[in-house]
């Protein structure tokens, strides 16, 4: 009988001591996924700051291609004036040496203003002419810049175009319901629902998701000319879950995004310098939240290619 106390004791202590070894177990994983959000919202935070300063350059960047344009008019337009402006001339030089030569034999003195009027018209001929020389050398400068650009933004458009195909051509296994490519405004959008990559409230992808990222990697790690952002989006229903890390739906896209780009950078090796991941929440909506089919479209995680503008700056800021 002693025994059998002795053996029940035992048995208790030791059941104490793995349930506290497990619980010390839990809190360090609660810890250590508290540290890597953290990390995961700075590193956002610096994303999101890189973003809206390169769209404010591509925004300098087209406004000056736009002014380029506008000046390559004007110039065109006063160039033709100034020729309008020197044959004139030459019509009054003609006028003038026939008067000239009738006058001769008449009187020194009026053969002398008629000298100083056909000098100071030839004197401004000659102005003239430097002056429309200089306006097309400028003229011909700015067709140049215009023409080099407009080469860049064709092929840009050209590589975008033929991007979107070959993306196209990787998810033909896919429904228009799980995903779509859209090519706007010189981007490429590739939208993907929520039922393809995530269950619902949660950032754990399915393997139908991971499978089609990894056809999306295959053609975006081949294409170093774009630069990707992962967007992740949800709709306005309020998430609820108090006891995990995620507090509303602003993390949940996140952690959506975030969890898209490793899977692009650690398993398909995507070249992460190429990549920011950014969580809109319910703030970028796509469709109105009044029904579930709407409420199905916001739910979603976008991927979006731009193509670098460097070159176009290079362009740009060449004087």
């Given at each position: ?10 048995s ?12 010390n177990?839990q809190?360090?994983?609660a810890?250590?996924y508290?540290i890597?959000s ?7 935070a ?7 300063a ?5 925004d300098?960047?087209m406004?000056?291609?736009?002014n ?10 006063k160039?033709?004036?100034m020729?309008?402006q020197?044959d ?5 030089i ?11 034999i008449?009187?020194?003195k ?19 002419e430097n002056?429309?020389n200089?306006?097309?050398?400028n ?6 810049r ?9 092929k840009?458009d050209?590589?975008?175009?033929y991007?979107?195909n070959?993306l196209?051509?990787a998810l033909?296994?896919f429904?228009s319901n ?14 993907m ?7 619902s409230?949660?950032f754990?992808?399915?393997e139908?998701?991971?499978d089609?990222?990894g056809?999306?990697?295959s053609?975006?790690?081949k294409q170093?000319s ?5 967007e992740?989006h949800?709709?306005?229903?309020p998430?609820i879950?108090?006891s995990?890390?995620?507090?509303d ?9 975030t ?6 950078v ?8 190429k990549v920011?991941?950014s969580?809109h929440g319910?703030f970028?909506?796509?469709s109105?939240?009044d029904?579930?089919e ?8 976008e991927?979006?290619l731009?193509p670098?503008?460097q070159?176009i700056y ?6």
């Open positions: 009988m002693k025994s059998l106390i002795t053996l029940i004791i035992l208790v202590l030791l059941t104490s001591c793995v349930t506290s070894k497990k619980f177990e809190v360090a994983l810890d250590k508290l890597q953290n990390d995961c919202n700075e590193k956002l610096k994303n999101i700051a890189e973003l809206t390169l769209q404010v350059k591509k300098i960047l406004n000056e291609f736009d380029l344009q506008a000046d390559h008019l004007k110039l065109d337009s160039s033709k004036n020729q309008k020197i004139e001339l030459n019509s009054q003609d006028l003038l040496s026939n008067q000239n030569k009738e006058l001769l008449n009187s020194t009026d053969r002398e203003e008629l000298n100083n009027s056909l000098i100071q018209k030839q004197a401004e001929l000659f102005r003239k002056e429309i200089r306006l097309g050398k003229l011909l400068e700015r067709e140049n215009v023409k080099e650009l407009e080469s860049i933004l064709n840009q050209s590589a975008t175009t991007l979107k070959k196209l051509d033909t296994g429904s799980e995903l779509s490519v859209v090519q706007k405004n010189g981007k490429i959008y590739v939208s629902s929520d039922k393809l990559l995530f269950k409230g949660s754990a992808l399915g139908k998701g991971i089609a990222l056809k999306v990697a053609v975006l790690k170093s774009f630069d990707i952002v992962v992740g949800t709709d306005n229903v998430y879950n108090a995990g890390t995620i507090k739906n602003w993390d949940l896209s996140v952690m959506r995004a969890t898209v780009v490793r899977v692009l650690d398993d398909n090796k995507v070249d992460p310098k920011i991941a969580g319910p970028n909506p796509i109105k939240n029904s579930d709407g409420k199905g479209k916001n739910r979603r995680t991927i979006i731009s670098d503008l070159d290079n362009i740009l800021k060449t004087k």
